[in-house]
Structures are given as C-alpha cells and as structure tokens.
C-alpha cells in the first residue's frame, strides 16, 4: 500500500477487514481524517489483519476501530482522539483480539476526546500510555463492559492535563493490573469483579 491510508477522508468513509484478510499500509492510516469525516475500521476475525506504522482514530473527525473475534491490528504508534473537535473510539473484544504497538507511547485524547475499551480477554499493548494529555481533553479506559475484561500491557499510564478515567467493569474474581497508575485520573470500580491493582499508584 501507499504511504497514507484516509478511511474517512472528506465524508463517510468505511473499511472492513474480515474472513482472514490483510491490509498493510507502510506509512500513516488515519481514521476520520479531516473536519466533519467520519471513518470506521472493522477488523474481524482470526487472521484478519491490520497493520500500519502509525494509526490515528479520530485525527481531525471522528474515527472508530472495532478488533473482534480474533482480529489483530499491528502498529509502531498510535493515537486515539487526535486535534480540537474530535473523537476517537477503538473497542478491542474478544479472545485473540488485539492492538499491538512496537514499544512506542500511545495517546488517548490528545487534544479532545479518545476512549479505549477492551473486554472478553481483548489485549492492547505499548510501552507507556498517555491519557488524557492536553487541557480540555478527555481520556477514557474501559476494562470490560460488565463481562469478562480485558487486558492492557504497558508499563505505565500517566494522566495528564485534561480529564483522565479509567473504569473497571468486569466480572471476574480476581483480575490483575499491572501498570503503573501515575499523574491525575480518576479510577472507579463499577462491575461486581475484584481487581488487584498491582503496579505502583
């Protein structure tokens, strides 16, 4: 593939990746591109496959990224809610679901707003997390939607100048988190799990 990948450029744009099917871009994939676009990506299934050097959901407009049922999306870097007047949502559901980065830091809600859910044993991983970074965003992680949860790998996630949340809404008996909670975020426990916050806080 080229070297930008717009799905949601000037309008509505969608793509869906399913039945084991590989879309590798080697540049920028951006997600609700410009102002007033939307995109949405659907990566589904095993084998099903996305994978980019750097992923922005939500750059200018509004960007989605739904991993399921064993989908897998692969990237150096990523950003979810880019500049003033957007949103970014990626959900990540599932058994084998996954967004892996290559050891590079991921911002949710940079200038706006960015929310990241994963559940059912859905996996995101990146060496540290920013959430929430600039003042007037907002940065949201779900860990789970009432279900099993999810699991996120990283060694850190510092809230920083906007509003930063973290929800865990699970159901299960003994759910270990392991990355270091730094900065200002709020933490609520929701669900009728117990979860083992095992990193510094």
């Known amino acids: 593939s080229g070297s ?4 949601g450029n000037s309008g509505t744009g ?3 990746i399913q039945g084991g099917g590989t879309v590798n871009n080697v540049g920028i994939t951006d997600i609700g591109e410009n102002n007033g676009s939307n995109g949405t990506v659907t990566v589904d299934g095993t084998g099903s496959t ?3 050097s750097v992923i ?3 750059m200018w407009g509004t960007g989605t990224l739904n991993i399921t049922n064993g989908g897998s999306v692969i990237s150096e870097t990523g950003r979810i809610g880019g500049f003033s007047g957007t949103s970014g949502t990626v959900v990540i559901d599932g058994i084998g679901s996954s967004w892996i980065t290559d050891d590079m830091i991921v911002e949710i809600g940079t200038y706006d707003t960015g929310t990241l859910t994963v559940s059912n044993d859905g996996l995101f991983s990146a060496d540290a997390i920013i959430l929430a970074q600039s003042s007037g965003s907002n940065g949201t992680i779900n860990i789970g939607t009432g279900a099993g949860a999810g699991n996120i790998q990283t060694a ?4 920083q100048g906007g509003t930063a949340t973290i ?3 699970h159901n299960e008996s003994a759910y270990s988190f392991a990355p270091e909670l730094t900065g200002n975020m709020a933490v609520y426990f929701i669900g009728s799990g117990t979860t083992i916050v095992t990193g510094a806080t």
């Open 4 to 7: 930008f990948l717009y799905v």
């Open 14 to 16: 969608v793509l869906n």
């Open 50 to 52: 996305l994978a980019s």
């Open 56 to 58: 922005s959901v939500g």
């Open 156 to 159: 850190t996630i510092d809230g």
């Open 167 to 169: 929800y865990f809404n």
